[in-house]
């Protein structure tokens, strides 16, 4: 079974989404924040939608996610599953949860790259339990990779390479 960022074992369990209570505050950190914009420059990065590469999450089942960053700080995932390792097939479910993000810290990873400390609450569940997640994200250009864990109460030292998440064009463009 393939290790993939922990909100992918998360996300079966979702029975209903809402918006996390959470936005961005005065203490956001020295260099996220742009000389000539108020905006800060997590949004500017990531504003957009992110698609993963088709992977393998276990033995016949594949999925494509992605990451809608459209508010500051606030984003929604979307998993949908698939048959096939080419994610072309009807898909078997997909499923769309609502987040409150926030980039933190730089961390070094095991391979050595600097990554943002992202902090990430959800609701999961019939009882709508608040859970925080903590997560690393690596930007590059037009990709983005996260980390891999298997706790949701540490940040991960490495990442994963081998699921890519891609900018998406924006309509019209």
Same mark, same amino acid.
């Given at each position: 079974?393939? @290790? =993939? /960022?922990?909100?992918?074992?998360?996300?079966?369990?979702?029975?209903?989404? =809402?918006? @996390?209570?959470?936005?961005?505050?005065?203490?956001?950190?020295?260099? &996220?924040? %742009?000389?000539?914009?108020?905006?800060?420059?997590?949004?500017? !990065?990531?504003?957009?939608? /992110? !698609?993963?590469?088709?992977?393998?999450?276990?033995?016949?089942?594949?999925?494509?996610?992605?990451?809608?960053?459209?508010?500051?700080?606030?984003? #929604?995932?979307?998993? #949908?599953?698939?048959?096939?390792?080419?994610?072309? %097939?009807?898909?078997?479910?997909? !499923?769309?949860?609502? =987040?409150? *993000?926030?980039?933190?810290?730089?961390?070094?990873?095991?391979?050595?790259?600097? @990554?943002?400390?992202?902090?990430?609450?959800?609701?999961?569940?019939?009882? %709508?339990?608040?859970?925080? =997640?903590?997560?690393? &994200?690596?930007?590059?250009?037009?990709?983005?990779?996260?980390?891999?864990?298997?706790?949701?109460?540490?940040?991960?030292?490495?990442?994963? *390479?081998?699921?890519?998440?891609?900018?998406?064009?924006?309509?019209?463009?």
């Amino acid at each position: 079974m393939k @290790a =993939v /960022w922990i909100a992918g074992g998360v996300l079966a369990s979702v029975v209903n989404a =809402v918006l @996390a209570d959470s936005v961005i505050s005065d203490g956001v950190p020295m260099g &996220l924040l %742009q000389a000539d914009q108020r905006q800060p420059i997590s949004q500017l !990065v990531l504003g957009g939608q /992110w !698609v993963s590469n088709c992977y393998q999450l276990e033995l016949g089942q594949y999925q494509i996610r992605s990451y809608d960053f459209r508010f500051n700080q606030l984003a #929604t995932i979307t998993t #949908t599953s698939y048959p096939d390792q080419d994610c072309v %097939q009807v898909p078997t479910g997909t !499923v769309s949860i609502a =987040v409150a *993000w926030q980039l933190d810290h730089h961390l070094t990873t095991e391979e050595g790259m600097q @990554a943002f400390a992202m902090d990430v609450q959800l609701r999961i569940g019939e009882s %709508q339990e608040l859970v925080n =997640v903590k997560q690393i &994200l690596y930007y590059q250009q037009d990709h983005l990779y996260l980390g891999i864990s298997r706790a949701l109460n540490e940040y991960p030292h490495r990442l994963d *390479w081998e699921i890519e998440y891609r900018r998406a064009k924006a309509s019209g463009a």
